[in-house]
């Protein structure tokens, strides 16, 4: 089965760069498992999407037909956004920890994405994602451990994303986290240990995915 596999890259850090080493990996890892798939980067860093702003919003909301040149150029770019989200199969993001949260390119990726009509709908009992049967493997990287201990309250990394992308109806995540980077050398060996081990349960876990695929196709 050919599964079409999108990343998006949001670190600044290049080659030293925890994210972008780790989504590397998750890569090469389908790219083996499934060698007829079809991979994607979108680097929010080297090709980086604006600020949404006034005309966007007003973008957005004119229906495609009514869009005059400069509303159809303010939204050109999030229609490419969410084209490529809505043809992966497997969307694999890369999301360092900045201040407590994602990086700016990584929120205004969201928000180029999250587009009514197109990756949600308002359903009669509220809204409703429309992307659905996709898997999605983030991979977060952060300096301190949130997820026990005296800091969890402080992560508002790994909520915001799981609400943005659920309410997308991108509720299918495995998170792969590489946390605790600033404790010393013993605690980093410990979380690219524990990274390494939930990056082999993603990928398996696309292999569902993959047997989902192949049940719709049949
Ligand atoms: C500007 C900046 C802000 C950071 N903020 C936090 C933070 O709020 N909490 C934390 O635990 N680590 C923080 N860190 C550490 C990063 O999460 C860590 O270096 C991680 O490896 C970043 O991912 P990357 O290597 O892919 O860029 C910060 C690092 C930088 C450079």
């Known amino acids: 089965m050919a599964l079409t596999v999108l990343t998006i890259a949001s670190s600044p850090m290049g080659e030293r760069s925890v994210t972008r080493k780790l989504t590397d990996k998750v890569v090469d890892s389908l790219k083996t498992t499934f060698p007829d798939s079809h991979f994607v980067t979108r ?3 080297t090709a980086p999407l604006p600020h949404i702003d006034g005309l966007f ?3 957005v909301f004119t229906r495609p037909e009514d869009r005059n040149e400069a509303l159809q150029a303010a939204v050109a770019a999030s229609d490419k956004a969410v084209d490529e989200l809505i043809a992966a199969d497997v969307i694999v993001i890369g999301a360092p920890m900045y201040n407590f ?20 709908t308002n359903g009669a009992s509220g809204p409703e994602g429309l992307l659905l049967n996709k898997k999605v ?45 600033q404790g010393g050398a013993e605690a980093s060996e410990k979380a690219f240990t524990q990274a390494d081990q939930q990056l082999s349960e993603a990928v398996n876990s696309v292999k569902e995915l993959d047997s989902t695929k192949s049940s719709l196709a049949s």
């Not at 929120?107 to 949600?120: E, L, N, P, Q, S």
């Not at 949130?146 to 992308?165: F, I, M």
Request: charged share 15%.
């Open 43 to 45: 680097d929010l860093v």
């Open 57 to 59: 919003v007003a973008g």
């Open 101 to 120: 949260g994602i990086p700016s390119s990584l929120k205004a990726w969201i928000d180029h994405v999250v587009r009514m009509g197109r990756t949600f």
């Open 137 to 181: 493997i983030v991979v977060s990287a952060r300096g301190h451990v949130y997820t026990a201990g005296p800091y969890t309250a402080w992560d508002h990394q790994e909520p915001q994303l799981r609400t943005a992308l659920g309410f997308m109806g991108l509720s299918n995540i495995s998170f792969i986290r590489a946390e605790g980077l």
